[in-house]
């Protein structure tokens, strides 16, 4: 198998522009039941969309774990090959678990065809979507991460040539001399985005004493399309998986009372710890917030689970005990998928205020149900936050005229 991730050459800046064609792969295992497999996939396959890949067909098996050479089991990786022998259109297949270098190089040997797993999917479009030099370098930096370990997997095939005098000494030669270099590269990495983060770090203190509100969530459950709406700004919004990756900060002004507002990065489950490592310098807008505005996509037949998943992240940021107001997005849509046609407006009403303080109960934190979309309940929004950065202003500056 030959080296294809050229190393000291230019980063790949994601999958081709021309649309591929893929299937998925996912495991029912003791640690992941056969909903939250279905759940994961169908998340997986709008990675895939993103990054430019239409998904054709998914296989599922029942395995207690991972086969250590083809991660599913041999008669599975059979299937899949028949499968792929009689569909040529399909160049490759994404696993929605981590591989190893050593299972790449045998299941690509067997399949040929480009194999893929979740972290690199989701690199690719972090690499894709890197606007600024921070979000770039810290792309570079998740990507180093993730290669190293995997390095002697993708050398196997200098390692099976035992036969030949002087075979196997290059082999290792090799190997060794790209760690160094990836080893290098991440140092180089770390030092450049160490200086980044200084200016970023003189950058906020410039600021001032403004009180800071900032918008997280899972991706895609409508963060941008709020901040466009609060701040009046045009930030990039769209209906795919990290449409934002740099964060954003907007000065926003409510009846004369001025606050940032910032847009951060969207979390998702089984996030790569290259990524959280290399982005927490990013984070640093949430870490150093005052107020947090969790948005979550009710119509998402998930949404509970994405929840927890950003408070999981959010706890790993010493940022969960931060004031926080629940934005339960796309009201309408939940309307559209969940309730009959024939029930009364008094009736969804009272509906969603049960739901409403359910959740309140549930999560601890106040909530409001809103449509950024239609611009529902945005005015209450407005008053809410309002209120909040009012409080933070008065306890901070005692003594000062109440108009800021």
Do not use: C
């Amino acid at each position: 198998m030959a080296n294809e991730w050229n190393l000291g050459e230019k980063a790949k800046t994601g999958l081709k522009k021309e649309l591929e064609y893929a299937v998925t792969v996912g495991l029912v295992t003791h640690n992941q039941t056969s909903a939250q497999v279905k759940e994961y996939l169908n998340e997986l396959e709008f990675l895939a969309l993103t990054a430019g890949a239409k998904t054709v067909k998914r296989f599922v098996q029942r395995l207690k774990h991972p086969d250590v050479r083809y991660f599913v089991g041999k008669g599975k990786m059979e299937e899949i090959k028949e499968y792929i022998d009689q569909n040529e259109q399909i160049n490759m297949v994404i696993f929605d678990d981590d591989l190893s270098g050593k299972q790449v190089g045998i299941l690509e040997e067997h399949l040929k065809v480009k194999i893929i797993d979740r972290t690199s999917l989701i690199l690719d479009i972090f690499a894709s979507r890197a606007q600024t030099a921070q979000a770039r370098t810290q792309v570079e930096l998740a990507q180093m991460l993730y290669l190293l370990p995997r390095l002697r997997g993708l050398w196997t095939h200098l390692e099976r040539q035992r036969g030949g005098i002087g075979m196997r000494g290059p082999g290792e030669k090799e190997i060794e001399t790209d760690r160094r270099i990836v080893r290098d590269k991440i140092s180089l990495l770390k030092k450049k985005l160490e200086k980044i983060d200084q200016q970023n770090r003189t950058r906020r203190k410039q600021r001032g004493k403004m009180i800071r509100v900032a918008l997280v969530g899972y991706t895609n459950v409508g963060k941008s399309t709020l901040m466009n709406l609060l701040s009046k700004s045009e930030v990039f919004a769209e209906d795919k998986l990290f449409a934002t990756l740099d964060t954003t900060v907007r000065k926003v002004v409510m009846e004369t009372t001025p606050f940032l507002l910032s847009d951060t990065v969207g979390f998702i489950r089984k996030l790569p710890t290259h990524l959280v490592e290399s982005f927490k310098s990013t984070l640093d807008e949430v870490r150093e917030s005052d107020i947090l505005l969790h948005v979550v996509d009710m119509a998402h037949p998930q949404y509970e689970d994405q929840v927890r998943t950003v408070n999981k992240t959010l706890a790993d940021l010493d940022a969960q005990d931060k004031p926080t107001l629940m934005v339960f997005n796309k009201v309408d849509l939940y309307r559209e998928r969940y309730f009959d046609e024939l029930l009364e407006e008094e009736v969804k009403t009272d509906i969603l205020s049960e739901l409403q303080s359910n959740l309140k109960n549930e999560f601890e934190h106040d909530n409001i149900f809103i449509s950024a979309l239609q611009k529902e309940n945005i005015d209450d929004l407005r008053t809410r936050i309002l209120n909040m950065v009012k409080v933070f202003y008065e306890a901070r500056y005692p003594y000062q005229p109440k108009s800021w």
